[in-house]
């Protein structure tokens, strides 16, 4: 199983971030969580395209997983288009046209995710395997890092797996939210492949030996067979 580890940067420190981002991925981290708030569709603002465009002017060239929790979303996609994300997720209740919002990034030559809200069923889900890349599965409601893995997650994970092998789709299905070494593998077993981890990296002092910690639980994961 390809298991990507994804730190969230909304735990790093903000006044290095080019370094913070570099020493994450040399740490052995696959890919970076940017997570994008506007303080409407959820009570926090962070960062926008301009700072993904300086990472890249920087020489950052990882793959940038791009999460808005932004409303009205789709304005806003050509802008991260252009910086250079990667993978651009949007939660349905940010549009009102989910179907055209995930045709711009997709047409934008990027790969779309779609994101479930703890209280948001899977059911628009089954309406758009053919059109998303990612499926994201909130472990705690959006706005905030540190805060506690909501367990019905893994419920939902493993929902999502399911809808997604009934429709042969080879999305990745990622888990974010309250995910550390001691939970991670519960959430692998229930179908997860990528895995957000803002506080439990950045708030560590080695962050080479939280990421190894975390990619030993996956393995044993492997080892028992249950993925
Ligand atoms: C929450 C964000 C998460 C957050 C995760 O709204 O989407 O990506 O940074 O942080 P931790 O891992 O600390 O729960
Ligand atoms: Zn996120």
């Not at 997983?65 to 806003?76: A, E, F, I, Q, T």
């Not at 989910?98 to 995710?113: A, C, D, E, N, S």
């Amino acid at each position: 199983m390809n298991h990507w580890i994804a730190p969230s940067i909304l735990s790093a420190d903000f006044s290095r971030l080019g370094e913070e981002i570099r020493n994450v991925l040399a740490a052995g981290a696959d890919i970076i969580h940017f997570d994008v708030m506007d303080n409407h569709y959820v009570p926090n603002l962070t960062i926008g395209p301009l700072v993904l465009e300086s990472l890249r002017k920087a020489g950052i060239e990882c793959i940038m997983d791009v999460h808005l929790m932004v409303k009205p979303v789709d304005r806003l996609i050509g802008d991260f288009i252009d910086a250079g994300a990667d993978i651009i997720s949007v939660h349905p209740e940010s549009t009102k046209h989910l179907h055209r919002t995930l045709g711009l990034i997709r047409q934008g030559g990027k790969q779309p995710g779609i994101v479930f809200n703890p209280a948001t069923p899977l059911e628009a889900l089954r309406e758009v395997t053919g059109l998303v890349d990612l499926v994201l599965i909130m472990s705690v409601n959006p706005g905030f890092g540190g805060q506690s893995f909501i367990e019905s997650s893994l419920r939902k994970l493993a929902g999502a797996r399911a809808i997604l092998d009934e429709a042969e789709s080879d999305a990745r299905l990622e888990i974010d939210g309250g995910i550390k070494a001691t939970n991670i593998a519960a959430a692998a077993r229930a179908g997860a492949d990528t895995f957000v981890a803002g506080s439990a990296i950045f708030n560590t002092q080695d962050y080479a030996t939280t990421i190894a910690e975390m990619r030993e639980q996956l393995k044993l994961v492997d080892r028992d067979g249950s993925v």
